[in-house]
């Protein structure tokens, strides 16, 4: 007997919640200046971008020289909020509103990466430079390979977000679930 009802069976299952919300897009900062002799690897840069459906992800750069590349990108659909010139107000709220910073160029380290490390913004960086030494979460890569595999993380990690989000709120499913259930006694 069920102590909760007093009677022998008792069903329930728990509903979905009631407000379904879109999954929310990972946000990226690119504060770094873009070279002609692309010294910041920019083409990894944006192989790691093209990972995402333009709907999962939100870029914020800060530096000089990224308009063609803004242009292309938001041709495919990504939404790109950029600052040609740096701003260290803007920077500092970049920092905060962000998940993540990349950093693809291949120098002793960037500055950039222990800034977002005090406003919890995990740096995605090459595996060198002095900011190894720092005792926070960080995503290393040495190569286009590991870079791209970060990306493919990322958004699996989204997608596995999204997915426990739309069961939350699956209404379909719920309804289902009591369809079979009296189908099964009334058989």
């Known amino acids: 007997m069920n102590t909760l009802t007093g009677v022998e069976r008792f069903v329930s299952f728990p509903p979905p919640a009631m407000i379904a919300s879109p999954p929310r897009a990972i946000s990226i900062l690119v504060a770094s200046r873009c070279y002609q002799d692309g010294r910041k690897n920019e083409q990894w840069l944006l192989d790691f971008i093209l990972q995402f459906p333009p709907a999962m992800i939100q870029i914020n750069i800060i530096g000089e020289g990224w308009g063609q590349y803004i242009v292309n990108l938001e041709q495919l659909g990504f939404k790109i909020d950029y600052y040609n010139e740096f701003n260290r107000d803007t920077y500092t709220e970049l920092l ?92």
């Open 96 to 187: 905060k509103k962000s998940d993540y910073l990349l950093v693809t160029g291949f120098d002793e380290g960037a500055l950039s990466t222990l800034d977002a490390i005090l406003y919890d913004t995990i740096p995605i960086v090459t595996a060198q430079g002095y900011h190894l030494e720092q005792n926070a979460e960080m995503l290393f890569f040495a190569s286009y390979e590991q870079l791209i595999n970060i990306a493919k993380k990322l958004l699996r990690e989204l997608n596995e977000k999204e997915a426990i989000s739309l069961a939350m709120t699956d209404w379909d499913g719920f309804a289902k679930k009591h369809i079979d259930f009296w189908k099964t006694l009334v058989a």
